[in-house]
């Protein structure tokens, strides 16, 4: 008699209650090992891999692609593998001396056990899972009890028109919707003259996921925190000068060097004459917290919202070694994969909002952080210089106009421990290095 394990929905790790899935990985009739990937869940914080705690035949997808579920519900059903199938079926392409290697061992924990609650943490050993082509499907058509049939691509199509399937008559015969319905309801009929639809609309999309959490942090943030922002516009062609001569040099051959790392690494030294900025205000325990360590966050824009990765005692790196986390971090951070550990415990954030060309801005303070530091565009303008170093300022002393890098600063920080003079010292030790690498030696 084949039984069957159903997996629920497991406790990342994260403290959270609940997640959406985003793709399924498996389709019903694959047979798969422990540890093999069955779908992709969406929390609060990050977009998660989801291994399987057991081996065999996937019986049925429970929940949709889009659907939100509670911790602890069943998500698919696993069957254990009939003992005359040697190999996946049809559909699945792993060779059958793969999947001929199940045993009852791996087949699944004894009914007791599976009323454990699983984590995402020692499933087993990467090493037995199956290796096999990865395929994102829906769920069945009817599943999450929708009671309607209907195609994938057709769920998704409505989602996007906001039309509601029950109110779709379909043109098969077996009942089951597609997106031809979907253009066919949504299309001008041949013998009118009348749009069967309004030109334009609008589309919805239900706030949840990373979104949610990051646009209820800034809340919390921006009307807990009294912010003051102050700025400075800098000549950073030597920063320019110096991302030139490192890109040519054999040590960052495996880096992608831009002047954020010169502006990180300045932050770093900057943070030693003015430690204040990398504390952070204990409300609860009416203390002032400083850190001996600098976690330091970079903002980063994702299809699913912002993230902001931290690299951990960043304080500590090389140039070499800063660039590389910040490269890999940042990587990361475009799939929204970034694991919580990496978005949990920084201590300071860079916003980089130059790639977009904005000259500056006023950004909001990361929640358990007493500062942010956003980065702007570098333009060509025009500059006044000196050929000079002791020339007396608005004399013309020495003075024209050239052509530079120029590039505007922001400083928002907690103003109930961080006064403006602590700010503005700390904002003119980052400008300064950039304004001139050379003088980081002082630091």
């Known amino acids: 008699m084949v039984t069957s394990n159903e997996f629920k929905l497991p406790d990342v790790g994260e403290g959270l209650t609940e997640a959406e899935i985003v793709e399924w990985h498996v389709a019903v009739g694959d047979v798969i090992k422990v540890n093999d990937p069955v779908c992709d869940i969406e929390t609060a914080k990050s977009v998660v891999e989801l291994p399987s705690p057991y081996a065999g035949v996937v019986q049925e997808l429970l929940v949709e692609v889009g659907t939100e579920v509670q911790v602890g519900t069943p998500i698919i059903r696993i069957g254990d593998a009939p003992a005359e199938t040697s190999a996946p079926s049809a559909e699945a392409s792993a060779p059958s001396a793969e999947t001929s ?55 998704k199509l409505a989602r996007d028109l906001g039309v509601d399937l029950a109110t779709v008559t379909p043109e098969r015969d077996d009942g089951v919707i597609t997106t031809a319905d979907l253009e066919n309801l949504t299309a001008a009929p041949a013998s009118s003259t009348e749009p069967a639809a309004p030109v334009g609309g609008e589309r919805r999309e239900p706030i949840k996921g990373l979104r949610k959490q990051m646009g209820q942090a ?22 320019s000068e110096l991302v030139a001569g490192l890109k040519a040099n054999r040590d960052f051959a495996e880096v992608r060097v831009s002047p954020l790392l010169i502006v990180a690494k300045a932050t770093l030294l900057a943070m030693r004459r003015t430690p204040i900025i990398n504390s952070w205000w204990d409300e609860a325990a009416q203390e002032i917290v400083f850190k001996d360590y600098v976690n330091l966050g970079i903002a980063a824009a994702t299809p699913r919202g912002l993230q902001v990765p931290n690299v951990k005692g960043a304080d500590r790196m090389s140039l070499v070694d800063l660039g590389t986390a910040i490269n890999e971090l940042t990587a990361t951070a475009r799939t929204g994969k970034t694991p919580p550990a990496d978005q949990t415990g920084g201590t300071f954030t860079i916003t980089n909002i130059g790639p977009f060309g904005i000259d500056g801005g006023a950004p909001i303070i990361n929640p358990g952080e007493s500062a942010i530091l956003s980065v702007g565009a570098i333009k060509r303008q025009p500059w006044v210089v000196s050929t000079s170093s002791t020339h007396r300022v608005g004399t013309g002393e020495d003075e024209r106009i050239e052509p530079r890098d120029v590039c505007t600063l922001a400083l928002s920080f907690d103003h109930r421990h961080i006064d403006g003079e602590a700010g503005s010292l700390f904002l003119a030790d980052v400008a300064r290095i950039v304004g001139d690498p050379s003088t980081a030696l002082l630091f």
Request: net charge negative; aromatic share 4%; glycine share 6%.
């Open 218 to 239: 800034m809340v919390d943030s921006a009307f807990t925190v009294p912010h003051v922002t102050v700025w400075t516009t800098v000549d950073v062609t030597r920063t």
């Open 101 to 155: 290697a199940l045993s009852p061992e791996t087949s699944g924990p004894e009914p007791e056990e599976a009323e454990k609650p699983l984590t995402l943490v020692g499933y087993g050993s990467k090493e037995d899972a199956v290796v096999r082509r990865n395929r994102t499907v829906s769920a069945p058509a009817a599943a999450a009890g929708t009671g309607v049939l209907a195609k994938p691509t057709a769920r």
